[in-house]
């Protein structure tokens, strides 16, 4: 089985400025082929969206030790709101084949919407939310899970996405006595365990240490960290 949930670390430039890596999550995997996809969000993800078609960039991974695991599980929910949903596409992909798939995505409005097809293809049961109602169902994305794991018996969450929203699915993993994991898109300096820029609190027996999400992640048990 593949490590699902891992990401890449892409230099967008050669030039000194911008110098450290973006992190960006495996989308999908496809023979040789892996796909990712990302929203323009400042300097580095605008010079790598003005790449040319077979120009050449330099990519560090797959990395993070902290991946996905879904095995022996019947009947998963899988939730994801805006660039969160990114690295649960390959998961669904492959879960799909031993498990139903409940598959939530939240977005902000219409105009963020993305790969709804492809999202769709990947589930059994497929609710797509935006905050204002513009499209799809109106709300956020966790209060259809928590509607859903009230009529059936849901053995995994899968969470990626904003951090409000990663602390109510948190939250709601944690009354519902539902095993989950969640996947932090911290902010990263040098994506490999270097630079400490990447710090999140972790409970390790009775104590609380700190750990990179970059290497003992970005996937941890939710009961395991601290957000
Ligand atoms: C594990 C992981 C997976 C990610 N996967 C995706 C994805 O699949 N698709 C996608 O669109 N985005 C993803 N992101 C967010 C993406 O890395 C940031 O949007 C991007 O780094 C912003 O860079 P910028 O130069 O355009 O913006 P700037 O704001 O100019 O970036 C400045 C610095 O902040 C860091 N930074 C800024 N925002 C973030 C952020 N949200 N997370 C981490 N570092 C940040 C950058 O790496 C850079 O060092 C992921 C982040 C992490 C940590
Ligand atoms: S990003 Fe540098 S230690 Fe994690």
């Known amino acids: 089985m593949q490590n699902h949930g891992q990401f890449l670390e892409i230099r967008v430039a050669n030039e000194i ?3 450290l890596r973006r ?3 495996i989308y999908n995997i496809q023979g040789e ?5 990302f929203q ?3 300097k580095g993800t605008k010079i790598l969206s003005d790449k040319k078609i077979g120009e050449e960039i330099d990519v560090l991974g797959p990395l993070g030790q ?6 022996d599980k019947k009947n998963i929910a899988i939730i994801g ?5 990114f690295p649960l596409y390959e998961l669904a992909k492959e879960a799909k084949k031993t498990a139903k ?7 902000r409005n219409k105009d963020f919407v993305v790969l709804e097809k492809e999202y769709k293809d990947v589930s059994d049961k497929f609710t797509l939310t935006t905050d204002d109602g513009s499209y799809g169902e109106k709300g956020f994305a966790i209060n259809f899970l928590e509607k859903d794991l009230k009529n059936e018996k849901i053995d995994g969450i899968y969470a990626c996405g904003p951090l409000p929203m990663l602390k109510a699915v948190q939250k709601l993993a944690k009354e519902t006595n539902t095993p989950c994991q969640i996947s932090l898109e911290e ?17 390790a027996g009775e104590e609380t240490v700190y750990t990179h999400v970059c290497k003992a992640g970005p996937v941890f048990d939710s009961n395991v960290v601290q957000i």
């Open 17 to 19: 400025e911008p110098l």
């Open 101 to 107: 798939i409940n598959m939530y995505l939240g977005f």
């Open 33 to 37: 082929i892996v796909e990712f996809v």
């Open 81 to 85: 709101g805006g660039i969160g949903i």
């Open 40 to 42: 323009v969000k400042g």
């Open 66 to 71: 902290g991946t996905f695991n879904f095995k």
């Open 187 to 203: 902010r990263m300096g040098c994506g490999i365990g270097v630079c400490l820029g990447c710090a999140v609190k972790v409970n």
């Open 23 to 25: 992190p960006i999550s």
